[in-house]
């Protein structure tokens, strides 16, 4: 077989991709895509400069209005490791006493880095509840730190279950752990593409996973709201980015997942550097994400995102990864996918996972993003980029592209920063000269 270059494949790929109609597909939901919204939090993370509490409300409420069914809105980590995040209780506040207009009903999903992030993110949960009339200010940003927020014990988990037919049912072993002291140990994971590598100790396998993305019984004024963790694939990165391995994750992760279950608050995991790590090059084991994706599955977690952190994943990885995790149990509906465009591989990556039947994506407004303990590694793909890609196969993600495009020029300006998203320009271009920007 002749040796193709990266240019050559990736044009094959995506001219083999766009003679497919998508909406032919005998998938279930072929025609609808979620996209999950990650601009406030992965998106701006990242920021040297600071960006105004009042900033990241008015970007929420903006993205609320244009269709999105999901919008990760913050993180409660301490602002010593991440400091754009230390405003996330008054971002929250804000959408509990005065919820953003929006189309249809909206879930809100917020980072936690450890088990005192979670008490943080209760706290307000619990005063706003409390409140007879209206919301009271919340409580301050922690002031106390104890070091790197993800430093707990250790064993180290990596195993691949055993390959059943896939897309079958997975119904999950609850674990109840008891609740650990809510302690800041460590750099609050920054992950600003989404980093989750842990693995429990897996129970009876694929057998005891299946079930259905459950729907939260915390609605507030009407809307939802979820939690997210994070773990890495590599133990390079999990040490660099959180201080402690991959197993010191999980064991972390569990009484934190055990909590908010039992308080009603559906749980998302991610796994950073599912298709490269800039420590250990760009051949993450496909099989370790996969045990890693079962075992958080069978925690608790409710959605597994797949996050190419380092932006080195290519169509062939990405399929192998796809595969490797159907062969382990891992069902379509319980994994989004979750790319970085350092090498412009983003969008056909996304192509290669809606062939596979995957049906729901991160994306940030504009590109923003990328990862402090990922040198070199750019934002994620940008939210009008992929919806413009996805509306052109005839996908449906109920999403408004030029209010996107607004917003993505709009907040792009605002913290100075280049708008990435080629197709966002392109219809702000278009709505100037109209004279309907």
């Given at each position: 077989?002749?040796?193709?270059?990266?240019?050559?494949?990736?044009?094959?790929v995506?001219?083999?991709?766009?003679?497919?109609?998508?909406?032919?597909?005998?998938?279930?939901?072929?025609?609808?895509?979620?996209?999950?919204e990650v601009?406030?939090r992965?998106?701006?993370?990242?920021?040297?400069?600071?960006?105004?509490?009042?900033?990241?409300?008015?970007l929420?409420?903006?993205?609320?209005?244009?269709?999105?069914?999901t919008?990760?809105?913050?993180?409660?980590?301490?602002?010593?490791?991440?400091?754009?995040?230390?405003?996330?209780?008054?971002?929250?506040?804000?959408?509990?006493s005065s919820?953003?207009?929006?189309?249809?009903?909206?879930t809100?999903?917020?980072?936690l880095?450890?088990?005192?992030?979670?008490g943080?993110?209760?706290?307000?949960?619990?005063?706003?509840?409390?409140?007879?009339?209206g919301y009271?200010?919340?409580?301050p940003?922690?002031?106390?730190?104890?070091?790197?927020?993800?430093n707990?014990?250790?064993?180290?988990?990596?195993?691949?279950?055993?390959?059943?037919?896939?897309?079958?049912?997975?119904?999950?072993?609850?674990?109840?752990?008891?609740?650990t002291?809510?302690?800041?140990?460590?750099?609050?994971?920054?992950?600003?593409s989404?980093?989750?590598?842990?693995?429990?100790?897996?129970?009876?396998?694929?057998?005891?996973?299946?079930?259905?993305?459950?729907?939260?019984s915390?609605?507030?004024?009407?809307?939802?709201?979820?939690?997210?963790?994070?773990?890495?694939?590599?133990?390079?990165f999990?040490?660099?980015?959180?201080?402690?391995?991959i197993?010191?994750?999980?064991?972390r992760?569990a009484p934190?997942?055990?909590?908010?279950?039992?308080?009603?608050?559906?749980?998302?995991a991610?796994?950073?550097?599912?298709?490269?790590?800039p420590?250990?090059?760009?051949?993450?084991?496909?099989?370790?994400?996969?045990d890693?994706?079962?075992?958080l599955?069978?925690?608790?977690?409710?959605?597994?995102?797949?996050?190419?952190?380092?932006?080195?994943?290519?169509?062939?990885?990405?399929?192998k990864?796809?595969?490797?995790?159907?062969?382990?149990?891992?069902?379509?509906e319980?994994?989004?996918?979750?790319?970085?465009?350092?090498?412009?591989?983003?969008?056909?990556?996304?192509?290669?996972?809606?062939?596979?039947?995957?049906?729901?994506?991160?994306?940030?407004?504009?590109?923003?993003?990328?990862?402090?303990?990922?040198?070199?590694?750019?934002?994620?793909?940008?939210?009008?980029?992929?919806?413009y890609?996805?509306?052109?196969?005839?996908?449906?993600?109920?999403?408004?592209?030029?209010?996107?495009?607004?917003?993505g020029?709009?907040?792009?300006?605002?913290?100075g920063?280049?708008?990435?998203?080629?197709?966002g320009?392109?219809?702000?271009?278009?709505?100037?000269?109209?004279?309907?920007?």
């Amino acid at each position: 077989m002749p040796h193709l270059s990266p240019n050559l494949l990736g044009r094959r790929v995506y001219r083999q991709l766009c003679q497919r109609t998508f909406t032919s597909s005998s998938r279930a939901l072929a025609d609808h895509v979620r996209i999950v919204e990650v601009g406030p939090r992965d998106g701006l993370q990242n920021e040297k400069s600071s960006i105004p509490a009042e900033t990241k409300i008015e970007l929420v409420r903006r993205l609320a209005a244009t269709g999105l069914e999901t919008i990760e809105a913050g993180s409660f980590v301490h602002p010593k490791w991440v400091p754009q995040m230390a405003a996330s209780d008054r971002v929250l506040s804000s959408i509990l006493s005065s919820p953003p207009s929006s189309p249809h009903s909206i879930t809100y999903q917020w980072l936690l880095p450890n088990i005192k992030g979670l008490g943080n993110y209760f706290k307000v949960m619990e005063n706003a509840s409390s409140a007879p009339h209206g919301y009271p200010t919340p409580p301050p940003s922690p002031t106390q730190d104890c070091g790197p927020a993800l430093n707990t014990y250790s064993n180290d988990p990596n195993a691949m279950p055993s390959s059943t037919s896939g897309v079958e049912s997975m119904s999950q072993s609850r674990r109840s752990a008891s609740s650990t002291q809510g302690q800041d140990s460590g750099p609050a994971m920054n992950t600003s593409s989404s980093d989750p590598n842990a693995m429990p100790s897996s129970t009876s396998g694929v057998d005891s996973m299946s079930k259905p993305r459950q729907t939260a019984s915390n609605d507030r004024n009407g809307h939802k709201h979820e939690v997210s963790i994070f773990l890495a694939a590599t133990e390079s990165f999990s040490k660099k980015n959180t201080n402690c391995t991959i197993q010191e994750s999980l064991d972390r992760f569990a009484p934190l997942m055990a909590d908010s279950k039992k308080a009603g608050y559906p749980v998302r995991a991610y796994i950073s550097v599912a298709l490269g790590c800039p420590f250990e090059g760009p051949d993450t084991d496909p099989h370790k994400v996969a045990d890693l994706a079962v075992k958080l599955l069978e925690m608790g977690a409710d959605e597994i995102s797949v996050a190419d952190t380092t932006g080195m994943g290519t169509a062939p990885a990405t399929r192998k990864l796809l595969q490797t995790l159907r062969e382990a149990g891992v069902r379509n509906e319980d994994i989004a996918m979750h790319f970085h465009d350092t090498f412009g591989q983003a969008l056909i990556n996304t192509m290669i996972s809606l062939d596979h039947g995957i049906r729901t994506f991160d994306s940030a407004v504009g590109g923003l993003g990328g990862c402090p303990y990922s040198p070199g590694a750019t934002g994620n793909v940008a939210t009008e980029d992929l919806v413009y890609t996805l509306h052109s196969l005839g996908a449906k993600t109920g999403v408004d592209l030029e209010e996107m495009s607004r917003i993505g020029d709009w907040i792009t300006s605002e913290i100075g920063k280049g708008n990435s998203s080629s197709a966002g320009r392109a219809t702000m271009a278009r709505l100037r000269r109209e004279g309907g920007s």
